[in-house]
């Protein structure tokens, strides 16, 4: 049992990282909850840069950092029967090149669900309606982990979980315990959406905002 941070999507806004970083010996846990890659104003050279970043910044933190995959990363590393708002094929062409093997090998590898002190951490949250099989037929709907939508014809599953995907103000609870934590994105105009708030939980039980910015 520990104290968790838990960070929305942050798409390729590396200072994010850096904040962290400066906190991160506070927390037992920190956690980040996909969509690294993409945004409206990125190169695709930013979400390489983003990606590296994260890699590295849990390599040397071993014990402590957790990433899950988003539905922006995912599609870039594995077969999808579509494309989605954001997709860029220069970001596909440079995560296949040599220099990037490594890379993309730990992008295949990130996992859809972590699961600390029985709190369940996805991209967009775990639902009723997902079959949950983790393959690309399995993931690429909008009932899945990386894809579903509060707003949308789901039911999320009665258990605490955290996830991110669908921005928001501020952290919030869509229902008891599920809580909402895409705080971090901007209009095309890069104008900012949200209030830049993670989420700390203590012991899986206690849940409170943490503003970033």
Not at 44 to 52: L, M
Not at 129 to 149: C, K, Q, Y
Request: glycine share 8%.
């Amino acid at each position: 049992m520990g104290k968790v941070l838990a960070i929305g999507d942050i798409h390729t806004k590396i200072w994010i990282i850096d904040k962290v970083a400066e906190i991160t010996k506070n927390y037992d846990k920190v956690i980040f909850c996909g969509d690294y890659a993409d945004d409206f104003s990125a190169s695709p050279q930013d979400t390489i840069n983003t990606w590296k970043a994260l890699r590295d910044f849990q390599a040397n933190n071993q014990d402590n950092v957790e990433l899950v995959i988003g539905n922006h990363d995912y599609l870039y590393v594995h077969d999808t029967t579509s494309f989605q708002s954001g997709y860029n094929n220069m970001t596909h062409v440079l995560i296949e090149a040599p220099e990037n093997i490594d890379l993309k090998a730990w992008l295949v590898n990130l996992p859809v669900i972590v699961k600390i002190d029985g709190v369940s951490y996805s991209h967009a949250g775990i639902t009723n309606e997902w079959s949950g099989a983790e393959d690309s037929n399995g993931l690429w709907n909008d009932t899945s982990p990386i894809w579903a939508r509060p707003n949308s014809n789901v039911t999320y599953k009665n258990i605490p979980q955290v996830f991110g995907h669908t921005p928001s103000e501020t952290c919030h609870e869509v229902k008891r315990g599920v809580w909402c934590i895409d705080t971090f994105s901007t209009y095309p105009d890069g104008e900012p959406f949200g209030d830049g708030s993670a989420l700390q939980i203590i012991d899986g039980k206690e849940f409170s905002r943490l503003h970033l910015k």
